[in-house]
């Protein structure tokens, strides 16, 4: 079998692609980054470009589609750029996969249910996204399903939790407070430090991807989320433990997503999916993998 | 008061630039397409290109943003096309509008609702388009509220109800009867025609434009449908009545959003709006706005 994963150089992408080729699929990765040294064949390309998605796409049995502006702040600076990418590179992938006959498995987010109407949260509760980020990941999962409903594409949405793992990038939360930690620098955390996360390991992601594009379940989003709530006061606390260092709080940041808790059961049910990872586990594996400075 | 209206070479777009110059505001109209022969000054222009959209907005103190991928139709064979106008399109008209301190006044529809969980449909109803037109205008409509949001712009979003006016575009269901009709052809209703519409007319909606470009009201999606509910057979009928041709029954359209009652009370509350136009005086008025052929 044969998967085209695209956004192959980012950190998620990664972890999927590695993941696919230890499971023995043939790997083609697609991004407009530099995929050099990559183990797998690698096609640099634009999502927004039609043709070079249709390129790319030609010869395998399933897109994990994973490109987009990830960068949840890139987004809320630039998102006319966030729709470009996210919506029209998402739309780009559905046609090409539908006309080529290609099974879809897309990387959707737990952000696009916005404020909870009640917890924990399923696949059944409203979605109401509020951020260029979360808006246009909702709405290139919708435009996927709706192909799958129209069209009878084979395809289906993963409502990842909050990814981390090596290779996060280096303005995530994760890194920041690692990075200031490390050089004794002070950590702030916006807000009180109570919301919470249930921050997902990004092999467990991986894991959920190769279930997804074995599986024939389509046209539906699910829910992909580890159980555990840790709050951004805890994981500062975690990380202050190894690396000692005075911890602030400052104004919550506008636009954050407010905390909610979400059940992957259904995944549990329909794909054999759980999270293996526990987080301390995987903050030991994350620090560890985070090269010190100098 | 200046408002830009783009799109205003379309059918709704006509007729709301009309009811801004008719109510006093000074109208600039932008548009892809000939706008040449307008009662306003018009600027040619890409809503995918933010250079021109920035320069459209200058000067101006309201977007009424109705410049879009319409046609249903058009959308669903060009998803990409779509998410490039209706989403890109609108985060550039939203992105331009918040630097420059205009409000914004978008054109949504009532189609953003999907199935309906409970009726009449208010705006606290969940959202789930499920068709790239009404997926793409959605995710507008959520760019657009996000920005009132995070960055404090002014701006609501008018959930508009099917329209239906002089200028119709020759491929909706009411020009389609019309002209079958009146050449003597079969019309073919699809499904058993029971489905119902709230058909609104255009001049009440560019009426719901003014009002809400008038308004200090901010952040809100509003829906501004009319209250008859008009099946496509009644819809059939009516045109036979005076045109008499044979009614036949197809198969149902895929993707077509199933019927629901939708209900404007938040309208006539919050910006004194309600529907002036009854639908026989409506129909009447079209059938006679399309000259005969030949």
């Known amino acids: 079998m044969r998967v085209l994963v695209t956004g ?13 080729l230890a ?4 790997v083609r990765g697609f991004d407009l980054d530099d995929l050099s040294g990559s183990e797998f064949e690698t096609v640099k390309g ?27 702040y890139l987004a809320g600076e630039r998102p ?23 099974r879809v498995v897309y990387a959707s987010t737990w952000e696009v249910y ?12 409203p979605t109401q996204p509020d951020h260029p980020y979360n808006i246009t990941k909702l709405a290139g999962e919708s435009m996927l399903l709706s192909a799958c409903r129209l069209h009878g594409l084979s ?23 690692l990075d200031r930690a ?40 699910i829910n992909i989320v580890a159980p555990e709530t840790v709050s951004i006061k805890e994981l500062a606390d975690l990380i202050v433990s190894r690396h000692p260092t005075e911890v602030e709080f400052g104004e919550p940041r506008a636009g954050d997503v407010p905390p909610a808790t ?9 794909l054999g999916w759980t999270a293996d990872v526990p987080f301390d586990r995987g903050i030991e594996e994350f620090i560890s993998s985070v090269p010190s400075r100098g």
């Open 8 to 20: 192959a150089a980012g950190f998620l992408g990664k972890h999927v692609a590695r993941r696919f």
């Open 80 to 102: 006319s750029l966030a729709a470009q990418v996210n919506v029209v590179g998402t739309s780009n992938v559905v046609q090409a996969a539908n006309a080529a006959g290609v």
């Open 46 to 72: 634009d999502l927004t470009d039609q043709a070079s998605v249709e390129a790319a796409i030609r010869g395998t049995d399933t897109v994990a589609h994973i490109g987009a502006i990830g960068d949840v």
């Open 182 to 221: 490390r050089a004794g620098d002070k950590i702030t955390v916006q807000g009180d430090g109570s919301q919470g996360r249930q921050f997902t390991h990004a092999s467990d992601i991986a894991r959920a991807f190769v279930l997804a594009a074995s599986s024939d379940l389509s046209g539906r989003a």
């Open 262 to 270: 979400v059940t992957a059961a259904l995944a549990g049910e329909l």
């Open 155 to 177: 395809g289906i949405a993963l409502r990842l939790g909050t990814a981390y793992g090596s290779g996060l990038r280096p303005n995530s939360v994760f890194r920041i407070f």
């Open 23 to 26: 499971e023995g699929w043939e």
């Open 114 to 125: 916005g404020e909870p109407e009640y917890e924990p949260i399923d696949e059944a509760h």
